[in-house]
């Protein structure tokens, strides 16, 4: 194994920058989202652009249901986090019929993305009242036309209180975009560095995002700055991967970048 790192390794430069050797370089040094690579969000790649951190059978899959209102469950009280039972809660009383049925996954399957749930912040009016309602942000995002979907929901009242919606907003990817990104890039021409390196490093064939622990950050295209194909980055949603072989070395993706929207991969100039 460290004769294999050795062979694909980069050189080592000043903020931990690596020098790309032939197709994709393994690297062996720390690279960000270490503490939590098989997690979504976090992290900051370099590179030309700005990174924030963080299919098939549309159709033939049948329209969604709205299901009758969850159970309570488990609750939690003021300012505390949302309890496990809240968070399954708020998600299903966020998807309303329309959602389900003219929303898209990632996968290109029906229904939004499903991005984050958070406890929402208190109305102005309601800062200092220990009784003021407990509500959570549910976030997706929709590829059917690429925006932001956030519902506010009441966890006392079971209702929808706000919804917002917004286009070129990107947050941080979720673990399952992070996947789908692998996904794209495997199957892919330009996926084939990533390809090699793998079986370079442990003997066997990369066929599936299951076989690396994933982090991305989200790619915005600055104007001039890299191949057309990715110029809608930010109104598309786009990720650099941060890849790494499970209990072995890092693999250097960073100039690749999938166009989750458009189902596309290319590569930045890292001259």
């Not at 220990?130 to 966890?155: H, S």
Request: glycine content about 12%.
């Amino acid at each position: 194994m460290r004769e294999t790192v050795h062979r694909h390794l980069g050189k080592v430069m000043a903020g931990a920058a690596v020098a790309a050797v032939g197709t994709a370089a393994m690297v062996a040094i720390t690279l960000p989202g270490t503490a939590g690579a098989d997690a979504s969000g976090g992290t900051r790649g370099g590179g030309t652009g700005a990174v924030q951190q963080a299919g098939q059978g549309r159709d033939t899959v049948p329209p969604g249901v709205v299901e009758q209102a969850p159970a309570e469950g488990a609750k939690g009280t003021g300012r505390d986090p949302l309890t496990d039972d809240e968070v399954r809660r708020v998600e299903k009383l966020a998807l309303n019929r329309q959602l389900l049925t003219t929303g898209e996954d990632v996968d290109g399957d029906r229904g939004p993305q499903r991005l984050g749930v958070d406890l929402a912040e208190p109305e102005a009016d309601e800062a200092d009242d220990p009784g003021a309602p407990r509500r959570a942000d549910v976030t997706f995002y929709d590829y059917k036309d690429d925006t932001l979907v956030t519902k506010t929901v009441n966890l006392d009242t079971g209702k929808v209180e706000e919804t917002g919606t917004q286009r070129g907003v990107q947050p941080p990817p979720s673990h399952a975009e992070n996947a789908e990104a692998a996904r794209i890039l495997l199957a892919d021409p330009l996926g084939a560095g990533l390809r090699a390196d793998y079986k370079d490093a442990v003997g066997k064939e990369l066929t599936s995002p299951d076989q690396l622990l994933l982090s991305g950050g989200v790619y915005r295209a600055v104007p001039g700055a890299q191949p057309a194909v990715l110029d809608r980055c930010g109104a598309h949603r786009c990720v650099r991967l941060f890849t790494k072989v499970r209990n072995g070395p890092w693999i250097d993706t960073r100039s690749l970048v999938i166009d989750l929207s458009a189902r596309k991969v290319a590569a930045l100039d890292r001259s």
